[in-house]
């Protein structure tokens, strides 16, 4: 999918315009404090994610791809994500929310003046504007982190955002599908802003296996608690059962009852009863596959859960997303934070994929049983520290994206990963069994 020169600019730069406009919402809508204030050690301050985005930003787009001299030498130490852990940011010499802005603001204007005269060839990291593009997913999912931020910030509610509407259009057909067995093709060599991890396409054989139609919802996972799921150590990994054990966990984070039987949670600063049709959201690894193993079912690995979203057995190929190689509308996915939760479990039929399986796209990042790992020839591109560094069985791969997540950071071949005990991240997931 290579893009004409005028064709490209005018996507990366929409790409780019789309990403600021959401930073500017999401650090515009409180005061000062709540900019500085770290919200919980999990986080960074949002002033912090603020200036690093403009960092990232001249590093690679004003610096690698300008040629320009460095504006801030200076503070490259301080937005440098592998110096500093979240705890320890709070206490760095940072710019303060008015210079942080003017910073960014600064180096937006220069890059684009680049974008305008950039050659659009030049080596990898200019073909098909590729440097524009990371650039952009890399603001989109620090947008995405301070949404997380928001999200666990106490106080009243800042932001707004309209509820999902009502699904229109046919119901879900069953409750799992069927995935045939055989090989499709995993990864992409093809789409112009796939970041490393993504790459390269390779074949990949998948045993027949059957997978949830929708995730799993509140009400299903309540089933669970009140059957003693968080208290029955069968259906837990060893490490799983002792965070539940040391923090006194029996609920998806930001649940708590009020009175005997109704569970409430806390949703952008808002008290409100927990919708059962709605997917889970807000669970760790560990209770994702707990919930698994008490269902008598298992997590997806990483490849079926690719194959179940990309595999189109009319034709046999690959297809970018679910419903096809047509980038997302809304009537496909929950993505962009359009809304501020995930739409009730059987939204979206246009994004049915043709194996009868919604939402795999968008409303809530899926756990899958697999470790982050390289593909077969991977190559770490444009630094090592995007994912190589990160290979390994201490993080598990989450595919699909949440209400979260940009279109521009999310498609069927996009990685993410965390570490199994996070619970603050915007995830849920589905269960599969074998045939």
Request: proline residues 10%; aromatic residues 10%.
């Amino acid at each position: 999918m290579n893009e004409a020169p005028l064709a490209g600019r005018e996507r990366a730069l929409s790409a780019l315009t789309k990403a600021r406009r959401r930073t500017a919402l999401l650090t515009d809508c409180v005061e000062g404090p709540d900019l500085t204030a770290q919200h919980s050690p999990l986080m960074s301050p949002l002033v912090w994610d603020l200036a690093h985005i403009g960092n990232q930003e001249e590093l690679w787009l004003l610096r690698n791809v300008g040629g320009f001299e460095p504006l801030r030498p200076e503070i490259d130490p301080l937005y440098d994500a592998f110096r500093h852990p979240r705890a320890e940011r709070p206490s760095l010499p940072l710019l303060g929310p008015s210079a942080a802005r003017s910073y960014a603001a600064e180096v937006r204007e220069r890059v684009l003046d680049i974008l305008d005269r950039s050659a659009w060839e030049g080596g990898p990291l200019l073909r098909d504007g590729f440097a524009f593009g990371m650039v952009a997913q890399h603001e989109q999912q620090h947008d995405e982190t301070m949404l997380i931020t928001h999200q666990l910030r106490r106080g009243g509610p800042v932001l707004t955002a309209p509820d999902p509407g009502p699904t229109s259009g046919p119901a879900v057909r069953a409750s799992e599908a069927l995935v045939p067995e055989g090989p499709f093709t995993m990864g992409t060599s093809t789409e112009p802003w796939a970041l490393d991890n993504e790459r390269p396409a390779h074949p990949r054989e998948v045993a027949s296996f059957w997978i949830d139609t929708v995730p799993v919802t509140n009400g299903a996972y309540r089933a669970f608690m009140a059957d003693g799921g968080y208290r029955d150590p069968r259906w837990w990994q060893p490490a799983g059962w002792e965070q539940v054990q040391r923090n006194s966990i029996e609920a998806p984070l930001f649940w708590h009852q009020d009175g005997a039987e109704q569970w409430m949670r806390r949703r952008f600063g808002v008290n409100e009863p927990v919708p059962d049709q709605e997917p889970v959201l807000h669970v760790s690894w560990y209770e994702a596959d707990a919930y698994a193993r008490w269902a008598g079912r298992r997590l997806p690995t990483e490849a079926e859960w690719e194959k179940a979203a990309r595999y189109d057995p009319a034709t046999g190929r690959s297809t970018r997303y679910p419903w096809g190689d047509t980038d997302p509308r809304p009537e496909h996915a929950n993505l962009g934070q359009r809304h501020l939760r995930p739409a009730p479990a059987g939204s979206y039929p246009a994004g049915e994929s043709p194996l009868g399986i919604r939402q795999l796209i968008g409303d809530v990042w899926e756990w899958t049983a697999s470790d982050f790992l390289p593909y077969p020839g991977f190559r770490a591109f444009p630094y090592e520290e995007y994912s190589q560094v990160f290979f390994g069985a201490d993080h598990k791969v989450l595919r699909g994206g949440s209400f979260a997540v940009d279109p521009v950071a999310c498609r069927g071949t996009f990685r993410n990963w965390d570490l199994p005990v996070r619970r603050q991240i915007f995830a849920g997931f589905r269960t599969a069994r074998d045939v």
